[in-house]
């Protein structure tokens, strides 16, 4: 038994998680391909690579990778405000009332310090509880004016680019490009990144006939049951927008083809998808001096490019991860590190919110092991 059956073995022990599965790769070789327990809680079908995953904020990468095609086309920049695309946005505001020093920027969009923040991200009890009151809060059960509107309307929690606040940040970037290309978000990864990476099974909405694939959390991990399930099936008679920042449903072979695209350098074979002047800016920390990084999300020891978390070259980290390696994770128990150094990537997919941190970190120190 090595590290993963270990650490697999006890994590469904445990009761974290029903079953997983497990993708490793380095120099293009297979290092571990592993599918353990069942598929659900209720089910005695066992884990198999078929399954469906909500992957959660690990849609987010593949709309930034997105967002860099259009930048390698000439049709958007880095640094612009985001106000020139989606008016509602033209005239932020701090809970003061005054204007932020600068507006908001796709690159701030891209590195979380746009001041679009989650809930659970802002300190403020007011600004706070405008978040938890609006129609956000009902995501992806709104449309996509309801979201522009509703997030444009409530102050930011910061300054731009000057403080690292996870958020409604990819979602926006996702309202961008929609504008850009004049397609819905799922037509433009379609176009972009799913065909050419071979993604067949990735998207926004699950077809009633693949329902019986998506995997499942415990009942007990009831944080899991509140906030996933309402991703990937649209409920007849309600809105619905394609959340870039949380959307996506996907196989570990789907995602297996994007996470080699990022090992590769951005190449998908001799073909780039994106440029590798693009490319090194989303593997260099982005953060100003003085930021904070995420380490509310992988512990310290991380900058964050452009849409991923950047290991550092200095500083402790709870992880055995090496200077440069890129990663993030789902809030429904999803997971990605990258090393392109080394053409390595590891992918674990389970539903798991209550420990997911702690699993994430434990599967890493495994695969560190292989």
Partial sequence: MNSIDQMLAYQIAAGHFPGA???VERGGKLVSRQAAGVIGPDSDISMHEGMLFRVASLTKPVVTVAALTLVDDGRLDLDVAIGEFLPSFSNPRMKSGARPERAPTVRDLMRHTSGLAYAWEVQDPDLRDALLKSPLAHMPGITTESFVASLAGIPLAAQPGTTFRYGYSTDVLGCIVEKVVGVPLRDLLRTRVFEPLGMHDTGFEVPSSKHALLASAHAHDQAWHAAVPRYGIRMPG???M??????????IVDYAAFARMLAN???VGKQRLVSAGLFSE???NQLPAGVDGPSAYCGSGFGFGL???VRLDWGPAAMPCTAGELL?????GTAMFVQPAEQWFALM?????TTRMMVRMEFRRAAARL
């Fill in 21 to 23: 599965l497990v993708h």
């Fill in 238 to 240: 309600k809105a619905w």
């Fill in 242 to 251: 394609d959340s870039g920042g949380g959307g996506l449903v996907s196989t």
């Fill in 265 to 267: 350098g951005g190449r």
């Fill in 282 to 284: 989303m593997c260099r």
């Fill in 307 to 309: 849409g991923l978390a």
């Fill in 328 to 332: 993030w994770s789902g809030i429904s």
């Fill in 349 to 353: 997919f389970s539903c798991n919110l």
